[in-house]
């Protein structure tokens, strides 16, 4: 592995993947015949959105090594992401046929084949993906696949369904070749899932008495109270595979910025009920918040001041409060809002390369940082109570954080109008409603029992 590969594999383990493609594009010129250059550098092409740059190496490895199993793998994600299923059960199957051991193929294998309408074969994968020993799955990508598990068993529609592009998987635990530490995690007992206890903000209070170490995990319901709208009513009016996704960003970047446009509507937003009261939560440790909005940091300051530290916000999905080049990478120090606002153009334009801006979040296709979701993973193996407030719980990697805390024996407390996923495979608590109107009184009855 010449230098250049070296440091370019490190950046993209980081999440560095623009300086990570600069170094692996010069690895592969000094090494053109090295199959795992190439291979490092598709990764680093696919979580940039550049589908065909990333095929194109691809096949140029397996031209030059065409037992590589993985690279098969990629293809058939990338086949996924396309929409293409029989051409990605064609490549996963490749890979297992060169490797029968390959977990990540089963489990995309597994994925593909349930969307095809094949529930019973993709139930045995998905099974099989999670089977102990050397190149098992990374902890986070083992929950969800027993998340996906249960799901499967649970579906009552067995038949085929349309394949949306972010529905795919992104494997980038590809990269990691060493086999990671053991970690276990319930697995699905039944089809029959698990039935939701139900209490009222007092009761919710009351299990949580003790606990002296609580963290919250949030989504778009918790910002409903300030003006901004959720997940669900964005989609109502875009199609979020072409509006949010990387690969439609490098198609129409223009799209990106009219639903920050959309989302963002007239005036300023202020943190609602729920931001301030768990912002003067006792004993909060952190938040992982799926959300971009910044509502989580203005509300500590509007409790406790600017002198007051705040407890650790990680969020998992960046900020719409800075922005920076698609292309070349660099930041101008402005936020999304500010070029809603005042640009005349979307999207707005690099000064340095003259790139499209787009917010410092991350798109479909693209991954959540590895620092932060390593921070994130930190707070929920010290918390002993998670509180889940206002997200539906269906995107990954956020989706596996509350099967962490029940693997270690944590209550997870859900703040919601109805149950949301999780439900259908982990013991948790609801507390039904508007999280603006049962988190205040959950944690106001919480902080008298102290």
Request: hydrophobic share 40%; charged share 25%.
């Amino acid at each position: 592995m010449n230098e250049p590969h070296t440091r370019g594999l490190a950046l993209l383990r980081a999440g560095r993947e623009h300086e990570a493609a600069t170094c692996l594009r010069e690895a592969v010129s000094l090494g053109p015949d090295d199959a795992r250059a190439r291979y490092h550098l598709a990764i680093a092409h696919r979580l940039r959105g550049e589908l065909t740059e990333a095929r194109n190496e691809l096949l140029a490895a397996l031209e030059l090594e065409p037992t590589l199993a993985p690279a098969c793998a990629q293809l058939g994600g990338l086949a996924l992401v396309a929409g293409e299923l029989q051409e990605a059960m064609s490549w996963l199957s490749r890979a297992l046929a060169i490797h029968p051991g390959h977990r990540i193929s089963r489990y995309q294998l597994g994925v593909a084949l349930r969307f095809a309408g094949h529930r019973a074969e993709a139930i045995s994968l998905l099974q099989s993906s999670l089977e102990p020993g050397p190149g098992a799955l990374p902890p986070v990508l083992a929950h969800r696949v027993r998340g996906q598990l249960v799901d499967a068993l649970n579906d009552p529609l067995p038949g085929a369904r349309p394949l949306a592009r972010c529905a795919a998987p992104l494997v980038t635990e590809l990269l990691e070749e060493r086999e990671p530490p053991r970690e276990e995690a319930p697995h699905p007992e039944s089809s029959g899932g698990r039935e939701t206890r139900v209490m009222t903000p007092l009761e919710a209070a009351r299990l949580l008495a003790g606990a002296r170490s609580i963290l919250a995990l949030t989504g778009s319901g918790i910002s409903v109270g300030s003006g901004l709208a959720t997940r669900k009513e964005l989609w109502q009016r875009w199609d979020r595979d072409a509006a949010v996704s990387v690969f439609k960003f490098r198609e129409a970047p223009n799209v990106l910025w009219e639903v920050i446009a959309d989302f963002l509507g007239e005036g300023r937003h202020r943190p609602d009920a729920a931001h301030l009261a768990l912002a003067a939560c006792p004993d909060l440790i952190g938040i992982v918040t799926q959300n971009v909005d910044g509502l989580h940091q203005a509300a500590h300051r509007e409790v406790h001041g600017e002198s007051v530290p705040m407890p650790p916000v990680i969020e998992l999905h960046g900020t719409l409060l800075e922005t920076r080049c698609h292309a070349c990478d660099a930041r101008p120090g402005r936020t999304a809002g500010s070029y809603v606002e005042t640009a005349a153009q979307r999207p707005p334009r690099c000064e340095r390369c003259d790139g499209p801006l787009r917010p410092d979040v991350v798109l479909f296709g693209e991954r959540v940082a590895p620092e932060r979701m390593g921070q994130a993973l930190e707070l929920v193996l010290r918390c002993d109570a998670l509180l889940v407030v206002g997200t539906a719980m269906d995107v990954a990697p956020a989706s596996e954080l509350p099967r962490i805390a029940r693997a270690n024996g944590v209550p997870v407390v859900e703040l919601k109008r109805t149950a949301s996923r999780l439900s259908r495979s982990l013991d948790t608590v609801l507390v039904p409603g508007e999280s603006d109107t049962v988190l205040p009184e959950l944690l106001e009855n919480l902080r008298q029992m102290r």
